[in-house]
Structures are given as structure tokens and as C-alpha cells.
């Protein structure tokens, strides 16, 4: 029998001790914990499957060899769900998000909303993330063609894609400033993948599971990015990662073999270790039909291209 993923408890006095803030739209904090240090607590809200979705694109990250937040089960002493992440900055980093960046290189930029802002088009996050002060990230070891941060990028793209993702909005990715010891300069590092837990039809209810077609699902997973200031509708996953494939080639090409080199056994391996009280089985089967219907379509990308 496969191993579960532990669930990690968020005591009341470790709680009693954090630095609570709601951040976003579910109640989070931080607070120690004795094994992993500082981490942030983040709680799913009933019925939406956050918890199960977020370990899932974890692991998924952890077999495509892209730099990613870590996420944990979790539950509190209230018998409340969600993941708990290792705080992944150094001491001496400062997490920057995408509106701050954005906002020294656009003038007016709306950097208080998240969603429904046009001027997040992906060619002004891609002008940022290829900026030559832009390092890859901190003690990560790139794959053999994987040489910039944008190529990295490339990958979480490729991420977004495949799990359906439509969440990186401007505060879902960033770069991670380090001082410099004994000197007032900084380096600039693109921070690790994370928040992915919008993704995978988790949103979903059963009944819905079983009504709709898993195909035309996943042919509609919108991302957060605009192609143009004027446009309505953000760009879909999957039409994101094709244009930057076509923009960075041999980055796509490495993180397409990646994927390919993904068995089914290797997901579904993930999903047989979530405790059953956080997945049902139709959701299960949903979510990975969801990655093998996203994984051909991705493939094909190198089949179609010139």
C-alpha cells in the first residue's frame, strides 16, 4: 500500500506565537515550526480542494525538475484544512512581486488590483524576467540548456499550461533581491514557482466532475496574462506557452522533454497518497485526465513548430 502524504498540525500555540495577516482572498499566517522553520499556514476554504490541488502542483514540480515553493498537508487543532510552505527565502532575501517590477517599467501601472488588469501582458512580465540583472535561482542547478532566467520561466509556463493554472497574476511571481554581504549592491534572482493552487479543476464539485467534458475543460483554462493592453480576456495557458516557445525555443524544448519523460504512473503514483477525505475519486480522475489531455496538446507544440 502507497504511503500517504503526511499532514502536518498547526498547534493553537504555534499559532498563538505567528505573525498572523490575512493575505489574499484565504486566511493565512506565519508561525515556526520545530522541523522546517519559518512557514506560512495557508487554509483552504471548504469544498474548493486548495489543500489537495496545491501538493499535487508541488510534486508535479518536483518531476519536471523546476525550482518551486515546497507544500505540506496540513490541518489546525480546529480540524481546519489547508498546506503549510517553508518560508523559501534566505536571510538576506526580499521576495519582490511581479506589480512592484511592473510598476518601475509601466507608468500608471495598477499594481493594487490582481485580476482584470490588461496591462499584465505577457510581454512586460517576459521584458522584466530577461533583464540581464535577472540570476537564475538561488541554489537551484539548471537542466543542460537552461541557462536564464527567462528560460526558467519558460518552465513555469510550461507548469501553468499542463495543470491548468490560472492564477499567476502579478502577485504570483516575483524575484528575490539578496544583500550583499559586506556591500550595499544586490543581486537579483527569479524567485521559485509557487501559489498553484487554482489549477487542476479543483474548483470543481463532483456533480459538475461528472457533467462536463474533461476535454473542453481544459481547453479553457485562462491564465492571468494579456496579450495586449486592449484586449478583454486574458490569454489561455496553453496559448501563453506556445508564444514563448516560439520566443525561446531550446527553453521550451528542454522542459517539453521533461514532460514527456512523465509516465502516468508517476501521477497517478501523487494521487494515490492524498488521504481520501481530501479527494474524492471523481476529482482524482479529473484532475488527471486534465494533465494527459494538457501533455499530448503541449507535445504536439513540438511537432507543429518550424
Known sequence: MTDEFPILLVTQEAYEASSNEALGSKYKFWFYHEKLGRCLYKQSRPNLGEDWAEKVASELCQLLGLPHAVYELASTWKGDR???????????????HGNELLSSIVPNYPAFGTYGI??????RVLRVIAGESVHLPIDWT????????????????????????????HENWGIVRMKIASASAE???????????????????????????????ANKCFSAFYGSVDDRKTLKTFDVFSLVA???????????????????????AIFN???????????????????????????????TRP
Open 82 to 96: 489547508g498546506v503549510v510552505s517553508p518560508n523559501f527565502l534566505p536571510k538576506s532575501g526580499t521576495l519582490v
Open 118 to 123: 490588461s496591462q499584465h501582458t505577457i510581454d
Open 142 to 169: 539548471p537542466p543542460s540548456g537552461i541557462q536564464t532566467a527567462v528560460d526558467v520561466f519558460v518552465g513555469y509556463l510550461l507548469l501553468d499550461a499542463w495543470i491548468g493554472n490560472g492564477d499567476r497574476h
Open 187 to 217: 543581486t537579483e534572482h527569479l524567485a521559485p514557482t509557487y501559489d498553484h493552487a487554482s489549477s487542476l479543476g479543483r474548483d470543481l464539485s463532483d456533480e459538475q466532475r461528472q457533467k462536463r467534458s474533461v476535454q473542453a475543460y
Open 246 to 268: 516560439h520566443r525561446y525555443p531550446q527553453a521550451a524544448s528542454v522542459w517539453l522533454a521533461r514532460l514527456e519523460t512523465i509516465q502516468k504512473a508517476n501521477t497517478l
Open 273 to 303: 497518497r492524498i488521504n481520501r477525505s481530501r479527494i474524492s475519486p471523481e476529482a482524482s480522475h479529473f484532475a488527471q485526465e486534465i494533465l494527459d489531455i494538457n501533455k499530448h496538446r503541449l507535445l504536439t507544440l513540438r511537432k
